[in-house]
Structure formats: C-alpha cells, structure tokens
C-alpha cells in the first residue's frame, strides 16, 4: 500500500500539471491548408460579432499595409475581414476566444461594416492559432480529448487513494 500511495501522489501532481499545461500552453496551428511562403501573418482581436470585420494591431497594420499597397492602395483601417478556415466556424461564441493569429492571403478588398467608411483588407485564412485551452472545444481535437477522459478517472482513483492514506488509522491493540 505504500508503494501505491507514492505513486497516486505522482500521478496526482501529473494529472495537475496536464490541465495546467493545457490552459496555458502556447498556442497551437490549426488549418485545413499548408502556410504558403507569400501568406502573412496577423494578430486579430476578436469581437463578439460574426461576420463583421476583426481588429489587428498596430505592427500587424503596418505588415498588412506593406503587403498589400501595390494591389490596394484604398485599404485605410485597423480592421481585416477574415473569409475562409476560420475559429468562428469551430467555436460557438467567437467572443470567448479573445485574440488569435490567422495566416493567409488578401484577396480583395470589402466596405467596413462597422464604420461603412473605410475600406478594409480581406484575408482568406488557411491557418489560425488559439489558445490550447479553446482547442478543446475544437471538434478536431480528439486526442487531447480522450487523454483527459482517460486521464480524468485514474486522477479522480489516485485522490481517493492519497486521501485514503492520510486518514489516520486506529490500533485497538
């Protein structure tokens, strides 16, 4: 039984760093396409509605704008319009995914749907990153999955065990 209490306890302080690792890992590439040499790369800070275009930082403004002034010299806001593999078809509530990278090509040009002034950039996405923890909720993300289904019920055994073996226990010698 001693042997089985340091291993529940190891097991336990695995199991802890599992989830941990989960929730704070780096972000994880998630795409239907292979990143081609020409896609570019931007940070976008999702909002709560679909459909309407997303926000992208100063650098990555002036990435977008380097690439794309020859083709579309109109493009004039800190919004980008995503078409294609993107979160919002994979998660249910866009705005629970906070901000994410996407990488791929501009392919035109659309009217700011939120302002109706400016024009912005559309970018057809191939590969986007998230957070690991939201990469649960992807429907791709089946390994990760059964390793906490699997994971879930030894933990939950290996508790009981080290709880178990703190009880203090009486000797009616």
């Known amino acids: 039984m001693n042997k089985l209490k340091k291993y529940s306890k190891v097991y336990i302080m695995f199991f802890i760093l599992h989830v941990i690792f989960l929730i704070f890992s780096p972000n994880r590439i998630v795409g239907r396409t292979a990143i081609q040499k020409d896609d570019i790369k931007l940070h976008v800070y999702s909002q709560a509605t679909t459909g309407a275009p997303q926000r992208i930082s100063e650098n990555d403004l002036a990435i977008l704008k380097e ?19 993107t979160p919002f078809r994979h998660v249910a509530d866009p705005a629970y995914i906070g901000c994410f990278t996407v990488y791929g090509k501009v392919t035109g040009t659309t009217r700011n749907e939120t302002s109706g002034e400016n024009t912005v950039a559309v970018l057809k996405v191939s590969y986007w990153d998230m957070p ?17 289904y699997i994971l879930l019920p030894i933990f939950l055994i290996a508790l009981v065990i080290s709880i178990i073996s703190f009880i203090p226990k009486n000797n009616f010698d």
């Not at 690439?67 to 593999?85: A, F, Q």
């Not at 690991?132 to 390793?147: A, G, P, Q, R």
Request: glycine share 2%; aromatic share 20%; no cysteine.
């Open 67 to 85: 690439k794309v002034k020859d083709t579309y010299p109109n493009v004039d806001s800190r919004d980008i319009e995503l078409k294609g593999d």
């Open 132 to 148: 690991m923890f939201w990469y649960l909720f992807h429907y791709d993300s089946y390994i990760t999955k059964v390793t906490l």
